[in-house]
């Protein structure tokens, strides 16, 4: 199942200081902490490696038709990968975009060595890999616009983990090429987002870049808010449904500075994502006889799970991640029945016609201020 993984080289000495992280030692940990994958006799698991290969194809030329995007790009098969091999692979890309955000945020004049305290290097790398292991046994795809791709004329690598697709697909009891194809649309409208924009992959990083600006020398103000924050969160989890999650506190750990920037940044992946939801299922009824079934039990499947699982959702801000599907799809479908998909597409014109977080939830507001 195991496509080539770039490697991953350790960051210079003295080059980065306390604000590198060393991915090797991410890497090495999350391997290390890992369930493996679900036993899948071999002619299953060649059906399932064979299907995945083609559908990331004809899953993206079904997206291009449904939204009318990088109609004469390039296509090329996603890397169907394992869980290590999926780990190594996001590593990399992680790897790539914070990189290229230090550059942007030193460009625009941060120097201090405060954007991650004094965490070392290498306690970094632990606590990433602790991530990075229990996200390993959940992501069914991944389109990396930071990754090396292998196809001229495309940008960015699509990973599909072959594992964690076939586990998912026998739980929810459907189909497996209708799942397999529904999957596959998902994160190659994801690749076509980046690579049919071609301002995309580099202002995502540039906006991280800023993030990153507004958080220098803010560590310590930080840490002095923090026993507050806690207990009004804790306040706030005990009156609603759910806990705020890593999110919620960070959003009231923020200056109005930090929170313009951290908000750009959860509107432009709060649309990636509801636009991939939205198209998966808008093109599905056409090859996925089975789409509705599978977006019922993927839903329920998605707010399901265990105290323990439940818990780490919330700890890693993957129940925030959850509600973005839902309203970066709603925002994508009222736009879309207003005014159609080619009116729609200006959202990708230009970085200035991406929609604010609050006009994520009023997409009125969207349709005026670009549309008039």
């Known amino acids: 199942m195991n496509a080539g993984t ?134 069914l795809g991944q389109f990396d616009p930071y990754g090396q791709s292998r196809t001229p004329g495309q940008r960015g690598r699509l990973l599909l983990v072959a594992p964690n697709i076939v586990a998912a697909q026998r739980a929810l009891g459907v189909p497996v090429d209708d799942f397999l194809m529904w999957v596959c649309l998902h994160e190659s409208t994801h690749r076509l987002q980046f690579n049919a924009v071609p301002w995309l992959r580099e202002h995502f990083a540039e906006s991280l870049g800023r993030l990153f600006t507004q958080l220098e020398g803010g560590t310590g103000e930080l840490l002095t808010k923090l026993p507050h924050v806690l207990r009004e969160a804790r306040s706030r989890s005990n009156s609603a449904d759910s806990s705020p999650g890593v999110l919620g506190v960070l959003e009231l750990l923020q200056t109005p500075e930090q929170r313009a920037a951290f908000d750009h940044l959860i509107a432009i992946s709060t649309l990636l994502e509801g636009h991939a939801d939205h198209v998966m299922d808008a093109v599905g009824p056409q090859v996925v006889p089975n789409v509705a079934t599978i977006r019922s039990r993927f839903t329920d499947r998605r707010n399901g799970g265990g105290l323990l699982d439940r818990i780490l959702r919330s700890l890693l801000g993957v129940d925030a991640k959850i509600q973005q599907y839902a309203q970066g799809a709603a925002f994508t479908r009222h736009v879309i029945d207003r005014v159609g998909m080619a009116d729609f597409n200006a959202v990708w014109a230009r970085p200035e016609n991406l929609p604010t977080r609050p006009e994520i939830t009023d997409p009125e507001t969207w349709i005026t201020r670009v549309h008039g």
């Open 6 to 139: 770039p490697t991953l080289s350790p960051s210079p000495a003295g080059e980065a200081g306390p604000r590198a992280l060393d991915w090797n030692v991410a890497v090495g940990t999350a391997v290390r902490l890992m369930r493996p994958g679900p036993e899948v006799p071999r002619e299953e698991a060649e059906h399932a490696v064979r299907s995945l290969r083609r559908f990331s194809v004809e899953a993206e030329s079904h997206v291009r038709e449904t939204t009318g995007l990088g109609r004469d790009l390039p296509i090329a098969e996603g890397d169907v990968v394992d869980r290590p091999a999926w780990v190594r692979g996001a590593a990399f890309g992680l790897s790539e975009l914070t990189g290229a955000a230090m550059s942007a945020a030193d460009s625009e004049g941060l120097h201090g060595d405060d954007l991650l305290g004094q965490l070392s290097a290498r306690s970094g790398g632990v606590q990433a890999g602790v991530v990075l292991a229990y996200l390993g046994g959940k992501v």
